[in-house]
């Protein structure tokens, strides 16, 4: 089963505007973390940022923050004042309780327009 | 030089040849993983490897292997390629506590099974 649904298979947004990417898991573990990865045309995957399950505030780096709203089972990712740059795949990814392996989630692509 | 170096990074070769794709790191991480990139799936975990005694299938390990020879070394082989195993692997490495266990990603070998 899908543990973790990225419903938007494509999104747009005009420069300087704020995007969400929206991620929702599954998991009856109460320990889990959360990732988000990046990968811009050029194909590596990068890391953009990590919410615990058990972390009270929403994780934030830079542009980037993520929306954790653990009783929807939701953790979307937010970009702030979107540059051209953003432009890419937004992976979604999910780590369960003694586990290090990471369940990915389909991706969504991001086209950020002038 | 990166930290996560893998070899071949573009590969054509036919139905039934054995194929083996290299995994070699330089960070001292002693997990490491190969997934697999299909479009429109997201990645997918084939196998994990937490030392060199530990080898763990993954979601997709039917027709692969792996072999960890040091730990710095994580290798995938096809035993006899087809055409459904054309995609683009990742191997990943990561160390630490199991909390936020980043994975850090080599550049993708692309390979084409005709």
């Known amino acids: 089963a899908q543990k973790i649904t990225q419903t938007q298979p494509g999104m747009f947004v005009q420069e300087k505007e704020a995007v969400t990417l929206d991620c929702t898991y599954d998991t009856s573990d109460p320990s889990y973390g959360l990732f988000w990865y990046k990968q811009p045309s050029s194909g590596e995957m990068i890391f953009l940022i990590y919410?615990?399950?058990?972390?009270?505030q929403n994780a934030t780096e830079g542009r980037y923050s993520l929306n954790f709203q653990k009783a929807r089972k939701s953790a979307n990712l937010v970009i702030s004042a979107s540059q051209l740059g953003d432009s890419a795949m937004y992976f979604c990814?999910?780590?369960?309780?003694?586990?290090?392996?990471?369940?990915f989630g389909k991706g969504t692509s991001l086209l950020v327009t002038p | 030089d990166a930290d996560v170096t893998q070899t071949p990074r573009n590969r054509i070769t036919k139905t039934g040849k054995r194929i083996m794709l290299e995994c070699s790191q330089t960070?001292?991480?002693?997990?490491m993983y190969w997934y697999r990139q299909d479009p429109g799936l997201g990645l997918r975990l084939i196998y994990y490897?937490?030392?060199?005694?530990?080898?763990n299938k993954g979601e997709i390990s039917d027709g692969y292997s792996v072999s960890r020879q040091a730990q710095a070394k994580f290798s995938l082989s096809l035993e006899s390629a087809i055409p459904n195993q054309t995609a683009l692997y990742f191997c990943?490495?990561?160390?630490?506590?199991?909390?936020?266990?980043?994975?850090?990603f080599g550049a993708g070998s692309r390979l084409t099974v005709l």
């Open positions: 960070k001292g991480h002693d997990r």
């Open positions: 490897s937490f030392d060199v005694k530990d080898i």
């Open positions: 919410q615990g399950s058990y972390d009270q």
């Open positions: 990814a999910m780590r369960e309780r003694d586990g290090y392996a990471l369940n």
């Open positions: 990943a490495t990561s160390s630490g506590p199991v909390g936020a266990n980043v994975l850090t």
